[in-house]
Structure formats: C-alpha cells, structure tokens
C-alpha cells in the first residue's frame, strides 16, 4: 500500500527590492512553491527564485514594465482545496484597497496575500471568512527594521504550521 502526501508546503515573501541574500534564498529551498507578493525589484529577483523552483508572483508599486510584462496584478487560484488572490497592495481586513473586498467575496477565497506594507501581518476576516497574510517586507530597503518572510503548509483545505522566519535587520544584505 502506497500513501501520498498531498500537502504543500510554502515560502512566501514580498517587498525583495531588487536583490534577495543567500539568508532569505536558504529559506526558499526545500519548498513546494515560492510565493511573492509584489515589488520583486527586477526580473533578476524572478529569475532567481524561479532557479528555485515553482513560483507564483505578481507585481509592485515600484516593478518596472519589464515585470510587469512577465506577472499580473492579482493572481487568483486554488491549490490543495484552498482558494487564493495575491495583489500587491490589497489592504487588510476592515481596510481593503478598493475593489478587493468584492473580488474576495465573489471569488469566495480563503486565503488573501498582499505586501505593500512591509509591515507582517496574519488575520483572520470573520466577515469574509478568509485569512490574510502580508509577510512583511524581505528586502533591505523600506521603513521595517526586521526582513521577514512567512513558511507555511497546506493541507487538504486547511493552512498549518505558519511560521514567521526573521532574516535579521533591515539595511544589512
């Protein structure tokens, strides 16, 4: 008898600016999928994380027309029975950038990624019966004073083993 395991398990990271050390790759390895939300900083970050392994990625505020020739704005799929959206600037639960409270409602998602902020954040929107993650910000540029990313599993239909990873100070790469 062979037993499969379905679960995925994933990286997600936003805000790299342009560049991403081995601190933070060292993290992307070993996982099912990358995920970044927005403000890659360049193909050259894309490039690299897609050396990695599987990516979904759309971009920023401050990608240029060359990313966003190669990403869309919102991605919206499902994987191991959880639906997604990931946009880069999307708000958070009681402050939605607009039109993103209807696309969560009509898409009937259960998970809402976006970056922007570069602040970490995980909540739940009762009202929407969703959660939301921003990872806070990986790069070296922006007001944060900790690069973080977020590590977690997916598993038929349930989100496990969230993990906040800090990869040290902001301004030292």
Do not use: C
């Not at 990695?52 to 991605?75: K, M, S, W």
């Not at 958070?92 to 409270?101: Q, S, W």
């Not at 969703?130 to 990986?138: I, K, Q, S, T």
């Amino acid at each position: 008898m062979r037993f499969f395991i379905i679960m995925k398990q994933i990286a997600l990271l936003s805000d790299s600016h342009g560049k991403l050390d081995t601190i933070a790759i060292k993290h992307l390895n070993n996982v099912d999928e990358i995920w970044h939300a927005g403000d890659l900083g360049g193909l050259e970050v894309l490039d690299q994380i897609e050396r990695i392994g599987t990516v979904r990625a759309v971009y920023g505020n401050i990608d240029d027309h060359r990313v966003r020739a190669a990403l869309p704005e919102i991605q919206i799929f499902e994987i191991e029975r959880v639906k997604v959206v990931i946009t880069h600037i999307g708000g958070y639960p009681g402050k939605y950038y607009k039109g993103i409270g209807p696309l969560l409602s009509k898409e009937q998602v259960n998970l809402f990624i976006s970056g922007h902020s570069h602040i970490l954040k995980v909540m739940p929107d009762n009202s929407k019966n969703l959660l939301h993650m921003n990872p806070g910000a990986v790069g070296k540029y922006g007001f944060h004073k900790v690069r973080t990313l977020l590590k977690f599993d997916i598993d038929k239909g349930e989100i496990k083993n969230l993990r906040v990873i800090e990869l040290g100070p902001r301004g030292r790469l």
